[in-house]
């Protein structure tokens, strides 16, 4: 069975920093592109951010551009997301998901889904 466990969240301040993980087990995500979504209270899921399964090609959407970073240790079978300069607006679940192979920009192809896991998701709380 593939699952996805997201960890790192928790409660940041205003231009604070955190890292979450995306670890996978049962599978290997040698051969899986992770995507990085969001659901702040009362909006629809966004995707954020995504990299393909060779890690040299990674997508942000534009309100995280420059401020946060996606990379992956296959080897730990981990996708790390660092987030830093966080916003109040930054504040949501973030989940992540595994498709094969590719990014379709900065969500994993195709663009809506189905995909092959999700993570339950970790809150993210930014807030003096």
């Known amino acids: 069975q593939l699952r996805l466990e997201e960890s790192g969240g928790g409660l940041a301040q205003p231009g604070g920093s955190l890292r979450l993980a995306c670890a996978a087990s049962g599978f290997t995500l040698d051969y899986y592109a992770i995507g990085w979504f969001r659901q702040a209270p009362g909006k629809e899921r966004e995707g954020i951010s995504c990299i393909d399964y060779s890690g040299h090609n990674t997508n942000y959407e534009d309100s995280v551009k420059g401020r946060f970073t996606i990379s992956r240790d296959n080897a730990k079978n981990t996708v790390y997301l660092r987030m830093n300069s966080l916003k109040p607006d930054d504040t949501a679940v973030y989940y992540c998901?595994?498709?094969?192979?590719?990014?379709?920009?900065?969500?994993?192809?195709?663009?809506?889904?189905?995909?092959?896991?999700w993570g339950q998701g970790t809150q993210v709380t930014v807030s003096s």
């Open positions: 998901a595994a498709t094969y192979y590719w990014c379709s920009g900065y969500v994993p192809r195709p663009p809506g889904g189905p995909y092959d896991a």
